[in-house]
């Protein structure tokens, strides 16, 4: 058994294992000629000591008795890693020449990204197929713990439990999917239509438009979006009144409009450098409409860093519709929604010290929290990896 | 360590490059010895690996490159297995650097003479207070004006010719034993290049420094170097003298590269009187915004079928001149006529066939074409814009013009940019001008960025379809040999004034005006004697930029 370090012994034994390195690494080096070791650098030392230690303690924490949460982490990066190995792999041998290429130029990370993507996109459109029972469906069984295990609180009808008035959370997420990915893509598509045809017009006519425009921009970014959108929302139903449906409604033109002030940003960046080129400037001198110019010359060349922008974008317009569910003036129940799920089941957490079902009870809200981030870093992934080739950075 | 032992011993050198999955051989076994106190020069295409090889010299290689084989003798020490440590001594102290773009080169948030005692600090060579003195001592030796005063400012504040000079006299600081000169004259004017070649050639011999000149300009090479080496994509062509080199070449690459500037076109004869000019521009003044002008008072025609070359420094208002013919600088006086019918100012203005007869070319052939865009579809829009074809008779178009341009066109037609080459992608910008039938083209700097040989493809093909399709051409230029190679006409301009106006043949033969005979002695000759002769006849105070602050 191994036993687990307390900070003080961690942290002596790192600063050890650095220096011993850095000299003994030295002298070895010297010794027999191996480059890595004789021109490793301090930082460098440092960094392996680091790495070595804090694994055996990892380890030592994961053989150990208690630690659920840590497991269950670590069987999560174990298990998207392998995922993620297994997609690129096939991504690798399958598919039609360009696609196999692109597998091979890419990282795990991002093929685990394009796998989770895929398999929400999957969730989310089908999920009247996938989904066990109906969103809004109620049952006797409040309160049934995660796990399906009768003797655990649970119920093998109900894998992921109920909440607590007696909701089927598997189907909620599910439908979750449907509705919190569904609206965000939404709306960061109009956020997107908005600022990026405000933006290159910004670019290509200049002048006081270009003044207007970018005065109006710094007006609404000036503003805290979260309270911005708060106080928007209030004003639009008290003109509009609150019909189902209509909030949502307000929800996404607001939110579109606040994101595309960042949108319209960086478009307008991204349109200047290429108005500048050459190519550019013969279009415009051949007489060209200005739809032809945006449209054909500038839009392709802008591409790559506003589909970047675009996986940023939709994270945090999704973040935002999450976290207005969870103040409660977002998606409206009983809609299932990933940011009210958390807000409704949130009190569990506190039980997580509790032996035996402490952890299987906290992890009611989890599960949504989860899939928020879950999503998030998936998209980060592949958002990273495009940004990469973008910018045309080699290793 | 002997002194008879070369200083450099590069031997037997094989440099990868690696680049989407695939390596390929920059540098192919290729040997090199260099003297103390010798000056080399390494003469190629753009790929041809000299940079590379310049760098290599000081055991660096760029990111993507690795060094295969082959050893770097640098003194006794091999660079190619020396630790970082060991490397970090050399660098900066006996090893310098002189980039292409001093402007880049240098940082502009600190003043130039703390970026010079940088190296001689940081090395424990001296003391800071030497260092400013020897900082301004070399600052002399190298002609800067107020050789007290520039090194405090900063880099902004500096002319781009005085700033390589500066850039020379931060590698001389710790009087190193080898530096290595990466085209150091290609981005400047001609008279601004004389005097950084005669500052750069004083300080190397009157310190005995060993030097690698890289450049593609044969005639500089001519005045610095002792001996030369070709490279042809990464295998060495040959190694002489200089003398030998010029005067008898042994391979068929290096006569091809001698004999580029022999192509010259006959001058046509003058416009009958009474002709109608394709373009004229009448009394032209134009300003950016609410500056003084930069363009003043200029007026000159151009006829069907003639060249006319506008030649002049950078800032003399020759693409100015260009931007108010095509309308994107309306002119605050003055107007310009299309086969006497005055145009409207602004190109937004203009009726489409109007903007159809005025085409341009422009100097960078990569910006001048959409990177997201295949060939076909670049040389198709104006076909289909101004003829109004669609489908298959666009498509058969498409494929003349490109034969036209001496391109395949199933090659071709579906290729990106850049998946051409330079010289490729100037042919395309031509084609896409010729797309819409005009009358007029104005040429812009189209050779200075690509290389001798494919810059006289060019030049020809250019020449022949002036023939064939009766086209003007506006050549906007300051390399005086293409003048000379297709101008029919010249139009000398300086500081926004046409200097000096007239047939080809007369500007080449005295009585010049002084501003252009300036511009004509500047320019770099094949004789290796070229140079002391000039300084001999003229004065190293009556050169470049010097003469031309006295006018």
Redesign the interface.
């Known amino acids: 058994m191994m036993p687990s370090l307390s900070f003080t012994y961690w942290s002596a034994l790192v600063v050890a294992g650095a220096l011993a390195l850095y000299f003994g690494g030295r002298q070895v080096g010297n010794a027999s000629g191996v ?1 890595r070791l ?2 490793m650098s301090a930082t460098g030392a440092l960094g392996y000591s680091l790495l070595v230690v804090t694994l055996y303690q990892g380890i030592a924490l994961y053989f150990g008795p208690g630690a659920t949460f840590f497991k269950w982490a670590v069987h999560g990066v174990v298990g998207f890693g392998i995922a993620g190995y297994l997609f690129q792999q096939l991504g690798r041998h399958v598919g039609t020449r360009a696609t196999k ?1 692109l597998f ?2 890419m990282p795990v990370t991002a093929a685990l990204g394009i796998l989770l993507i895929l398999a929400y996109a999957l969730i989310a459109i089908f999920a009247d197929f996938i989904a066990p029972y109906g969103q809004a469906e109620i049952f006797k069984d409040a309160n049934l713990l995660p796990g399906g295990d009768p003797g655990m609180g649970g119920s093998p009808d109900h894998l992921l439990g109920t909440d607590q008035i007696g909701r089927d959370i598997l189907s909620r997420l599910i439908y979750g999917a449907q509705n919190t990915v569904g609206i965000a893509f939404v709306t960061t598509l109009l956020a997107f239509f908005i600022g990026i045809s405000l933006g290159f017009l910004a670019a290509t006519i200049g002048g006081v438009l270009d003044q207007v425009l970018s005065r109006i921009v710094d007006m609404l970014m000036s503003i805290p979006q979260l309270i911005f959108a708060l106080l928007l929302m209030t004003i639009a139903t008290a003109w509009f009144g609150s019909e189902k449906g209509m909030v949502t409604l307000f929800m996404i033109l607001i939110i579109a409009v606040l994101d595309s002030t960042r949108v319209f940003r960086l478009s307008r960046a991204v349109g200047m450098n290429i108005v500048v ?3 550019f ?8 409409k200005l739809s032809y110019l945006i449209f054909s ?1 500038i839009a ?2 802008a ?1 790559a860093p506003l589909l970047a922008e675009f996986g940023l974008r939709f994270c945090f317009v999704f973040l935002t519709i999450a976290s207005l569910s969870f103040l409660g003036i977002g998606i409206q129940p009983p809609l299932a929604d990933w940011g009210t799920m958390v807000r409704d089941l949130s009190q569990f957490i506190a039980y997580a010290p509790f032996p035996v079902v402490g952890p299987l009870t906290a992890s009611l809200p989890l599960m949504a929290a989860g899939a928020i981030a879950l999503l998030t870093v998936a998209v980060n992934f592949v958002v990273d990896w495009m940004l990469h080739r973008a910018s045309g950075l ?1 290793e | 360590m002997s002194a008879t032992e070369p200083l450099v011993k590069i031997s037997n050198l094989e440099i990868d490059g690696i ?3 695939t390596r390929t051989r920059i540098i192919n076994n290729v040997s090199l010895e260099l003297n103390r106190g010798e000056v080399m020069g390494l003469i190629g295409e753009s790929g041809a690996g000299k940079s590379t090889l310049g760098l290599a010299a000081m055991g660096f290689t760029r ?2 490159c690795e060094i295969v084989g082959g050893n770097i003798m640098f003194d006794g020490i091999d660079l190619v297995t020396a ?3 060991v490397k970090r001594q050399l660098l900066g102290k006996r090893i310098a650097y002189v980039a292409q773009s001093a402007a880049a080169s240098f940082n502009p948030a600190h003043k130039i003479i703390n970026q010079h005692a940088e190296a001689p600090l940081c090395h424990g060579v001296s003391s800071r207070t030497e260092a400013e003195a020897d900082a301004i001592d070399l600052y002399e030796r190298l002609r800067l004006p107020n050789p007290d005063e520039i090194g405090f400012r900063y880099p902004h504040q500096v002319s781009g010719g005085q700033l390589q000079r500066a850039m020379t006299a931060m590698a001389m600081s710790c009087r190193p034993d080898l530096i290595i000169f990466d085209e150091p004259t290609t981005a400047l004017d001609v008279t601004t290049q004389i005097e950084v070649l005669v500052a750069i050639r004083e300080i190397v011999e009157q310190f005995q420094t060993a030097a690698i000149y890289i450049t593609h300009d044969l005639a500089v090479v001519a005045q610095m170097a002792d001996r030369v080496k070709v490279l042809l994509r990464g295998d060495e062509v040959e190694e002489a003298d200089t003398r030998t080199m010029l005067d008898a070449p042994r391979e068929d690459y290096t006569k091809s590269l001698w004999a580029v500037r022999s192509f010259q076109r006959p001058q046509k004869p003058l416009a009958k009187k009474g002709a109608v000019p394709v373009i004229s521009l009448r009394n032209v003044t134009a300003a950016y915004g609410s500056n003084d002008p930069v363009v003043r008072d200029v007026s000159f025609d151009i006829h069907e079928g003639r060249t006319v070359a506008v030649v002049g420094e950078s800032g003399s208002g020759k693409s100015t001149t260009a931007r108010c013919i ?3 600088l309306p002119p605050m006086t003055g107007e310009i006529a299309f086969q006497n019918q005055v145009l409207p100012a602004d ?1 937004r203005k ?1 009726s ?1 066939h109007q ?1 159809r007869q ?1 085409q ?1 070319i ?1 100097q ?1 052939a990569d ?7 295949r060939i076909g579809e670049i040389i198709g ?2 076909v289909e ?2 003829l109004g074809l669609k489908g298959a008779e666009k498509r058969r178009r498409v494929e003349e013009l490109l034969e036209l341009i001496e391109m395949d066109p199933k090659e071709y037609i579906n290729r990106l940019p850049s998946e051409l080459s330079g010289g490729q992608k100037q042919r395309i910008g031509i084609a ?1 001008a010729l797309a ?1 039938e005009p009358k007029f083209i104005i040429c812009d700097e189209v050779t200075s960025a690509l290389d001798q040989l494919v810059a006289e493809g060019i030049l020809k093909l250019l020449t022949r379809l002036q023939e064939e399709m009766k086209l003007s051409y506006m050549l906007i230029t300051h390399d005086l040999s293409t003048v000379r190679a297709i101008a029919d006409e010249v139009v000398v301009m300086k500081d926004g004034l046409i200097v000096e106006a007239g047939p080809k043949d007369e500007m080449f033969t005295p009585p010049h005006h002084a501003y252009t005979d300036l511009l004509l002695s500047s320019v770099p000759e094949m004789n290796p004697d070229w140079l002391d002769e000039l300084l001999a006849q003229r004065g190293a105070e009556n050169l470049g930029d010097a003469a031309v602050s006295k006018m």
């Open positions: 480059a004789r021109d290429k091979r130029s080129m050459d190519f400037e013969a279009a415009k001198l051949r007489g060209e010359e392709p060349n591409f080699k | 680049a989407d999955e990111d993507g630790t970082p440590d095509t309308g994107l190109y203009r489409v903007l005025v341009m422009y960078m910006t001048a074409l959409n990177p997201r865009k829009r104006p814009f101004y896409r819409a």
